[in-house]
């Protein structure tokens, strides 16, 4: 069963900073490419990140120099850090796994981000 659990979520002060991790388990995590996606409220789910299985990051044009994906393949997580959140950084945060066509989710995870 393949399982992408999200945490480091939760409640933070504009201004403050954000390490999510996401903890694979159930794929070869070293075979797939990962990604950060987000929905704020009353938006729509959008990219934040993503990271090649050799290590290459994609970003946004949105989200250049804001963000900041890494991955561990020995402990099959991946990371999203953040500095600086803004109010508008609040939303559900969720994990993606991608492999030839093999798309697996996390559960998300909310930051809200208080002003």
């Known amino acids: 069963q393949v399982r992408l659990v999200e945490s480091g979520g939760g409640l933070v002060q504009a201004g403050g900073s954000l390490r999510l991790s996401c903890a694979a388990s159930?794929?070869?995590?070293?075979?797939?490419?990962m990604g950060w996606y987000r929905q704020g409220p009353g938006k729509q789910r959008e990219l934040v990140a993503s990271?090649?299985?050799?290590?290459?990051?994609n970003y946004p044009d949105s989200m250049k120099g804001r963000f900041t994906i890494s991955r561990d393949n020995v402990k099959s997580t991946v990371y999203l850090q953040r500095s600086s959140l803004e109010p508008e950084d609040t939303a559900v945060y969720y994990c993606?796994?991608?492999?030839?066509?093999?798309?697996?989710w996390g559960k998300g995870i909310l930051v809200t981000v208080s002003s």
């Open positions: 993606n796994a991608v492999r030839s066509g093999l798309s697996f």
């Open positions: 159930g794929i070869t995590f070293s075979e797939y490419a």
């Open positions: 990271i090649s299985k050799q290590g290459f990051t």
